[in-house]
T-cell receptor
Framework: NAGVTQTPKFQVLKTGQSMTLQCAQD?????MSWYRQDPGMGLRLIHY???????DQGEVPNGYNVSRSTTEDFPLRLLSAAPSQTSVYFC??????????FGPGTRLTVL | AQSVTQPDIHITVSEGASLELRCNYS??????LFWYVQSPGQGLQLLLK??????LVQGIKGFEAEFKRSQSSFNLRKPSVHWSDAAEYFC??????????FGAGTTVTVRA
C-alpha cells in the first residue's frame, strides 16, 4: 500500500499560470479532501469529495477546481495562479468511521 | 459553523516533564475530535480521535486526550515527553472524517 501520494513535491509558478496538483490513494477510500496549510492558520479545507463524481466546496474554494472521475484520484487545479496561493497543499482520504490519511504535501510558490 | 482554538502558539518543555496542549472547539452537536502531529517537512499523523463513548481517549506514542463537553475542550496530554515529541500539534473538529476544521497549531520544543 502506497497510501496517499501527491505529485509534485515542490512547484514554482508565475502569476497567471495554471497547473494541476495530483493526488492518488490506493486504499479504496470513499472520501478525499484537499487542504492548504499556511503559517499560523492551521489547515483549511479547499474542496472535498464523498465519492466518484461528487465534489463540494470547503472553506476556501476560490481559485481552485476539482473533479473526481475515479475513486483513486482527486486532482486539484489552479486555474490562474496568484501569489496568495503560495502554500503547502495536503490531500487526504478516509472511509466513514476511519481516520483521514494525509499525503506528504506539495509545496507551491507563486511568484 | 465549527471552529477550533488552540490558545498556545508555542510551548517549551523539558525532556521527561509532562505536557498538556489545550484545544477548545465550537460545534453545535456531538463533534468528532482529533489530534494530529506534524514533524518538520512532513505530513500529518493521527495521534488519537474521539467519536463517542469513553471521554478519555488513548492514542499512539503515549498520548491521551480528554473530551469535556461542559468546557468544549479536548486537551492533549503526555506524562513524560521525549525529544522526539518536538513537533507541531493540531487539534481538529468535524461532523465526520473528511470535512475537518483545524486549529492554528501548537509548536512544541523539547529542551534537554
Amino acid at each position: 500500500n502506497a497510501g496517499v501520494t501527491q505529485t509534485p513535491k515542490f512547484q514554482v509558478l508565475k502569476t497567471g499560470q495554471s497547473m494541476t496538483l495530483q493526488c492518488a490513494q490506493d486504499m479504496n477510500h470513499e472520501y478525499m479532501s484537499w487542504y492548504r496549510q499556511d503559517p499560523g492558520m492551521g489547515l483549511r479545507l479547499i474542496h472535498y469529495s464523498v465519492g466518484a463524481g461528487i465534489t463540494d466546496q470547503g472553506e476556501v474554494p476560490n481559485g481552485y477546481n476539482v473533479s473526481r472521475s475515479t475513486t483513486e484520484d482527486f486532482p486539484l487545479r489552479l486555474l490562474s495562479a496568484a501569489p496568495s496561493q503560495t502554500s503547502v497543499y495536503f490531500c487526504a482520504s478516509s472511509n466513514s468511521g476511519t481516520e483521514q490519511f494525509f499525503g506528504p504535501g506539495t509545496r507551491l510558490t507563486v511568484l | 459553523a465549527q471552529s477550533v482554538t488552540q490558545p498556545d502558539i508555542h510551548i517549551t518543555v523539558s525532556e521527561g516533564a509532562s505536557l498538556e496542549l489545550r484545544c477548545n472547539y465550537s460545534y453545535g452537536a456531538t463533534p468528532y475530535l482529533f489530534w494530529y502531529v506534524q514533524s518538520p517537512g512532513q505530513g500529518l499523523q493521527l495521534l488519537l480521535k474521539y467519536f463517542s463513548g469513553d471521554t478519555l481517549v488513548q492514542g499512539i506514542k503515549g498520548f491521551e486526550a480528554e473530551f469535556k463537553r461542559s468546557q468544549s475542550s479536548f486537551n492533549l496530554r503526555k506524562p513524560s515527553v521525549h525529544w522526539s515529541d518536538a513537533a507541531e500539534y493540531f487539534c481538529a473538529v468535524g461532523s465526520n472524517d473528511y470535512k475537518l476544521s483545524f486549529g492554528a497549531g501548537t509548536t512544541v520544543t523539547v529542551r534537554a
